[in-house]
T-cell receptor, first 115, second 113 residues
Framework: AQSVTQLGSHVSVSEGALVLLRCNYS??????LFWYVQYPNQGLQLLLK??????LVKGINGFEAEFKKSETSFHLTKPSAHMSDAAEYFC?????????????FGKGTKLSVKP | KAGVTQTPRYLIKTRGQQVTLSCSPI?????VSWYQQTPGQGLQFLFE???????NKGNFPGRFSGRQFSNSRSEMNVSTLELGDSALYLC????????????FGPGTRLTVT
């Protein structure tokens, strides 16, 4: 069965520092992987997705993630943190059977950005 | 294009009551999924509807049910509410395949007292 593990429930960085949020997945089939962001009292916004094309995926707001099959990882990075990046980030793997499926989410990582 | 909308945004109910939440997907999207988000369990998949049929279901008791209308709008119902049902309920839509990218609404915050 598919699963996702996000290492670190809280990550704190200084403004301008590198952001690295870790995600490891388990999947019996080639995975589709996603990163979503959730701001307080809002729904989830898709940051980026991996669907078996390029292993380095660029998303919105300067975020990118690299799919590493050998490490079963899909870590999210941003070179320089901004105060507006403070939010909760969720990694998800698609649980697909044929043409149907749903997303399985990690527990989330809360990112704090210090001025 | 308008995003996914959910009504109401906030709801307070008493144990034992029932509740109905509504979701309007992005225009043209035929798949609607529902998720429950709690601090303890995180985001958990409830069910997915496609063309008015439940196509996929998570591991929730039968008190949780849903339906989809011909215009793709969806409702979910929770009967005999329990305190543990307090959560943010998120609706997501996708064009056809819910295993691909989904677009989420702002959620309905349900508080059961």
């Amino acid at each position: 069965a598919q699963s996702v593990t996000q290492l670190g429930s809280h990550v704190s960085v200084s403004e301008g520092a590198l952001v690295l949020l870790r995600c490891n997945y388990s999947s019996s089939v080639p995975p589709y992987l996603f990163w979503y962001v959730q701001y307080p009292n809002q729904g989830l916004q898709l940051l980026l997705k991996y669907t078996s094309a390029a292993t380095l995926v660029k998303g919105i707001n300067g975020f990118e993630a690299e799919f590493k099959k050998s490490e079963t990882s899909f870590h999210l990075t941003k070179p320089s943190a901004h105060m507006s990046d403070a939010a909760e980030y969720f990694c998800a793997v698609s649980d697909r059977r044929g043409s149907q499926g749903n997303l399985i989410f990690g527990k989330g990582t809360k990112l704090s950005v210090k001025p | 294009k308008a995003g996914v909308t959910q009504t109401p945004r906030y709801l307070i109910k008493t144990r034992g009551q029932q509740v109905t939440l509504s979701c309007s997907p992005i225009s043209g999207h035929r798949s609607v999924s529902w998720y429950q988000q709690t601090p303890g369990q995180g985001l958990q998949f409830l069910f997915e509807y496609f063309s008015e049929t439940q196509r996929n279901k998570g591991n929730f008791p039968g008190r949780f049910s849903g339906r989809q209308f011909s215009n793709s709008r969806s409702e979910m119902n929770v009967s005999t509410l329990e305190l543990g049902d307090s959560a943010l309920y998120l609706c997501a839509s996708s064009f056809q395949d819910a295993g691909l990218e989904q677009y989420f609404g702002p959620g309905t915050r349900l508080t059961v007292t």
